[in-house]
């Protein structure tokens, strides 16, 4: 069943169980959509306040979108994870191939989220500066949501190419969309 349509008291029971997915791919995900909900209400009533307005509902509204199939494909990819570390160790030589390949494909999902979370915490941050003044609260809400979730999808990121030995500079592009989340502080 996909996270997309479950009640939010199922997704949450299923996140605080002992089942592997979802987890913190699946929370970070989750409050990314959420946050670019949060963007997507404030442009869509800050039409008199921001030229594009709705271009930035538009774009939050494509990001919650995309957000929770991440939900999804975060799951699916940490399943991968965990068949490839249950090959048998001595009797597989692909098992450690195996583990690599499904590890890249586990630290791709976290990477796209802090991608989309530091994209809506810009968007939510002109909300904050510029937007419905009787919203600039929900607007800030947005971007600290965000920003959770970008640091979230960036540790994951981080502990995945250290489980891995991943090559690569997923870390340093991690680490930059943190940077950019962070760029200008909500006006709270």
């Given amino acids: 069943m996909s996270f997309r349509t479950e009640t939010l ?6 996140l605080a169980s002992t089942d592997p997915a979802p987890g913190g791919g699946g929370a970070a995900a989750v409050a990314t959509a959420m946050a670019a909900a949060l963007v997507e209400m404030a442009a869509g009533l800050s ?15 494509d990001i919650r979108r995309r957000a929770l199939m991440l939900a999804d494909e975060d799951a699916i990819a940490y399943a991968r994870v965990i068949e490839a570390y249950r090959r048998p160790r001595d009797q597989d030589p692909e098992r450690r191939r195996k583990i690599q390949e499904a590890l890249e494909s586990a630290t791709a999902v976290p990477l796209e989220m802090a991608g989309l ?8 941050n002109q909300l904050v500066a510029g937007g419905n003044p009787n919203l600039e609260g929900d607007a800030a809400a947005a971007v600290h ?14 502990l995945n190419v250290a489980q891995g030995k991943l090559d690569g500079d997923w870390c340093d592009r991690a680490a930059a969309l943190v940077v ?9």
């Fill in 117 to 124: 979370a530091a994209d809506v915490a810009g968007l939510g």
């Fill in 180 to 188: 950019r989340a962070e760029a200008e502080p909500p006006h709270d």
């Fill in 145 to 158: 949501l965000a920003r959770a979730a970008v640091h979230a999808a960036a540790r994951l990121v981080e």
């Fill in 47 to 61: 039409t008199d306040h921001v030229a594009d307005a709705a271009g930035i509902g538009a774009a939050a509204g």
């Fill in 9 to 14: 008291e199922r997704f949450l029971e299923r």
